[in-house]
């Protein structure tokens, strides 16, 4: 073979890469919609007030004869999705990597959670328990199908384009809630001027994340491809009925082999859980303790979406000089002054509010987009999906004791601000626990490269 044909060979490589990695971020700018607009601005707000119109005169929804605080029925639904999550998430991340058909999967996972959205449209009245069932199903298939998603990225991005090729995939997403909570913005400003009430603009912006979600999916299920793996020529070697739970144990007997790995994942579990804590249960805070208006709430969340495109690119380029760890154990910092400042906002306060949003914006992206690609270091070739399993366990899929510390709090207290300032364990153990991980070690006990600055 001659020298023209390999470069040829190379050049038709790296094209098809970027192709490839192009069609991956669409994914979080199809899928990002639901978390900006449906989770962290309407939902919470909405669904409150839906229980609340369904409570008892002592303020108590009783879903399953249990009494619930009305509140608190919002974070609880929250914290059942992901224990749900948690349950499905091992089983198809081993299917996917003993199959090598991720694709099918991940389409499977995106148009049941993107259906479940669509229908929060005739979420309404005394309807809490319909609300409820449809947060859980669509926060359970978002949890599966962002496993899947991210378990590509080891596939898609040789070791030096993985912090890039994450955080361009965040920036897109965030660039798409941006856009689409313009548009949510406009309807529920002018809701009057279209002909509906405030609840019907409510509900069609809680609809529309749903198609955004499933017609944007076809992109990345057009350019993505499926690739035969390790774990599926072993899979062929041995009984291919295996119950779903022996594959779930051999998957933690696997993991239990790269300590170091699962130490990285015990800390994301911890710092993570406030993050995304906090970003579902934002806007409950803003308007239940603050006082704060939809709009007020609309706006400020566009501006934590503007900010964050900038600021998952920018710690993307600090990540290159001072390395990934490091300007994670950064952000942590800036989450835990952040969080104990909003603390002490206020109420009807908007100025303060928008300046919460705008430190939460530019430590938000980055933090998220350059855990992933740290950890996709850490992943043994062949068990990317296992492995994203779990990782997405820490990330949606184990956030459940977040949302539960944050609804017991107000269930014991009455106080909203007692339940934000719970929050700042997360951040402050998270960091301890990832400054104490040898990441270069945890690297190569993997079996993958070392990067050059990590």
Same mark, same amino acid.
């Given at each position: 073979?001659?020298?023209? @044909?390999?470069?040829?060979?190379? %050049?038709?490589?790296?094209?098809?890469?970027?192709?490839?990695? +192009?069609?991956?971020?669409?994914?979080?700018?199809?899928?990002?919609?639901?978390?900006?607009?449906? &989770?962290?601005?309407?939902?919470?707000?909405?669904?409150?007030?839906?229980?609340?119109?369904?409570?008892?005169?002592?303020?108590?929804?009783?879903?399953?004869?249990?009494?619930?605080?009305?509140?608190?029925?919002?974070?609880?639904?929250?914290?059942?999705?992901?224990?749900?999550?948690?349950?499905?998430?091992?089983?198809?991340?081993?299917?996917?990597?003993?199959?090598?058909?991720?694709?099918?999967?991940?389409?499977?996972?995106?148009?049941?959670?993107?259906?479940?959205?669509?229908?929060?449209?005739?979420?309404?009245?005394?309807?809490?328990?319909?609300?409820?069932?449809?947060?859980?199903?669509?926060?359970?298939?978002?949890?599966?199908?962002?496993?899947?998603?991210?378990?590509?990225?080891?596939?898609?991005?040789?070791?030096?384009?993985?912090?890039?090729?994450?955080?361009?995939?965040?920036?897109?997403?965030?660039?798409?809630?941006? &856009?689409?909570?313009?548009?949510?913005?406009?309807?529920?400003?002018?809701?009057?001027?279209?002909?509906?009430?405030?609840?019907?603009?409510? +509900?069609?912006?809680?609809? %529309?994340?749903?198609?955004?979600?499933?017609?944007?999916?076809?992109?990345?299920?057009?350019?993505?491809?499926?690739?035969?793996?390790?774990? +599926?020529?072993?899979?062929?070697?041995?009984?291919? @009925?295996?119950?779903?739970?022996?594959?779930?144990?051999?998957?933690?007997?696997?993991?239990?082999r790269h300590p170091l790995?699962?130490?990285?994942?015990?800390?994301?579990?911890?710092?993570?859980?406030?993050?995304?804590?906090?970003?579902?249960?934002?806007?409950?805070?803003? %308007?239940?303790?603050?006082?704060?208006?939809?709009?007020?709430?609309?706006?400020?969340?566009?501006?934590?979406?503007?900010?964050?495109?900038?600021?998952?690119?920018?710690?993307?380029r600090l990540a290159r000089?001072?390395?990934?760890?490091?300007?994670?154990?950064?952000?942590?910092?800036?989450?835990?002054?952040?969080?104990?400042?909003?603390?002490?906002?206020?109420?009807?306060?908007?100025?303060?509010?928008?300046?919460?949003?705008?430190?939460?914006?530019?430590?938000?992206?980055?933090?998220?987009?350059?855990?992933?690609?740290?950890?996709?270091?850490?992943?043994?070739?062949?068990?990317?999906?296992?492995?994203?399993?779990?990782?997405?366990?820490?990330?949606?899929?184990?956030?459940?004791?977040?949302?539960?510390?944050?609804?017991?709090?107000?269930?014991?207290?009455?106080?909203?601000?007692?339940?934000?300032?719970?929050?700042?364990?997360?951040?402050?153990?998270?960091?301890?626990?990832?400054?104490?991980?040898?990441?270069?070690?945890?690297?190569?006990?993997?079996?993958?490269?070392?990067?050059?600055?990590?």
């Open positions: 073979m001659d020298i023209d @044909t390999v470069r040829t060979a190379a %050049s038709d490589e790296v094209a098809e890469r970027r192709r490839e990695q +192009r069609g991956w971020y669409f994914y979080d700018w199809a899928c990002s919609v639901y978390s900006t607009s449906v &989770l962290t601005v309407f939902l919470g707000p909405y669904l409150t007030s839906v229980a609340k119109h369904a409570a008892d005169a002592d303020g108590y929804v009783h879903p399953l004869g249990i009494p619930v605080r009305a509140g608190s029925f919002f974070p609880y639904s929250v914290s059942l999705s992901v224990i749900v999550a948690v349950l499905v998430m091992p089983l198809v991340g081993a299917a996917a990597d003993r199959s090598g058909r991720k694709k099918p999967l991940l389409g499977a996972a995106a148009y049941v959670g993107a259906a479940a959205t669509t229908c929060m449209f005739f979420l309404g009245g005394d309807r809490y328990l319909l609300g409820g069932a449809l947060l859980i199903v669509a926060n359970a298939a978002q949890s599966v199908a962002m496993m899947l998603y991210n378990s590509y990225l080891p596939q898609i991005a040789p070791p030096e384009e993985r912090d890039a090729v994450s955080s361009r995939g965040w920036a897109f997403g965030y660039a798409a809630g941006s &856009l689409v909570l313009v548009a949510n913005l406009v309807l529920y400003l002018a809701h009057d001027s279209f002909g509906v009430s405030e609840p019907m603009a409510v +509900r069609i912006c809680l609809a %529309s994340a749903g198609l955004w979600w499933g017609g944007f999916t076809l992109v990345p299920l057009l350019r993505l491809r499926d690739r035969p793996s390790a774990a +599926r020529e072993a899979a062929a070697r041995t009984d291919r @009925t295996a119950p779903g739970l022996r594959q779930l144990a051999a998957t933690v007997r696997d993991m239990r790995t699962l130490a990285f994942l015990l800390a994301y579990l911890v710092y993570n859980d406030g993050i995304q804590t906090v970003i579902s249960q934002a806007s409950v805070y803003g %308007s239940e303790e603050l006082g704060l208006g939809q709009s007020t709430l609309i706006g400020a969340v566009l501006l934590v979406q503007v900010l964050a495109v900038a600021g998952a690119l920018g710690m993307g000089t001072y390395g990934a760890k490091r300007t994670i154990l950064g952000s942590l910092a800036a989450w835990t002054l952040t969080l104990g400042a909003g603390y002490f906002l206020p109420a009807g306060a908007p100025v303060g509010f928008f300046l919460l949003a705008a430190a939460i914006g530019l430590v938000l992206g980055g933090s998220q987009a350059l855990s992933r690609s740290l950890f996709s270091h850490l992943v043994p070739p062949g068990k990317e999906a296992e492995y994203f399993s779990a990782y997405e366990m820490s990330d949606r899929g184990m956030s459940w004791l977040g949302p539960l510390l944050f609804g017991i709090t107000y269930q014991l207290t009455g106080s909203y601000r007692d339940a934000i300032i719970s929050l700042v364990v997360f951040f402050v153990v998270g960091f301890v626990l990832l400054a104490r991980v040898p990441v270069r070690q945890a690297i190569g006990d993997a079996g993958n490269p070392v990067p050059e600055r990590i």
